[in-house]
């Protein structure tokens, strides 16, 4: 896909989308998370082959529900460190900044697939039509990527 036919078909799905999300999330959390789809569909543009109306629907429906699980996520979380002691959010800080570091180093592939899995909650068969790859090729990647996580970390930080 071209960027020209890209910009044609955002421009056409983007009320759509915008819809889609509304149904989920407040207006402008619905802009902002439709911007990031549109963001997450140039990333993959060459890739790409229109139509790619199935695609940013459900791209768009997942963003919207994995901030849903965040926020529900961040409500009994908030509740809880309201009477953690500063010394322990200091330091559960610095092991998730230490955590997204190594997980940064990856490979970008890699990087790709255990974020959509992790952090966006995506399941296997969406990653893989996502990045172009069979279900088994993902598996795969993500069992990588996870070992070598663990082994970076516990090499770097926990001797």
Not at 4 to 24: H, Q, V, W
Request: proline fraction near 3%; charge should be negative; charged fraction near 30%.
């Amino acid at each position: 896909m071209t960027q020209e036919e890209f910009m044609d078909e955002a421009r056409r799905l983007r009320p759509k989308l915008i819809e889609t999300a509304r149904r989920y999330l407040a207006d402008e959390d619905a802009e902002d998370t439709v911007q990031d789809a549109l963001l997450r569909l140039w990333q993959m543009l060459g890739g790409l082959h229109a139509p790619i109306d199935g695609l940013a629907v459900v791209l768009t429906r997942n963003l919207c529900v994995s901030q849903l699980r965040r926020q529900h996520a961040c409500l009994p979380l908030a509740e809880e460190q309201a009477g953690a002691t500063a010394a322990a959010d200091t330091a559960a800080d610095e092991r998730i900044d230490r955590l997204m570091a190594v997980v940064e180093a990856l490979p970008p592939m890699q990087q790709t697939i255990l974020r959509l899995r992790h952090i966006e909650g995506m399941e296997m068969a969406e990653i893989a039509a996502l990045t172009g790859s069979s279900e088994v090729a993902v598996r795969k990647a993500l069992s990588r990527a996870r070992q070598s996580v663990r082994q970076t970390y516990l090499k770097k930080y926990e001797q």
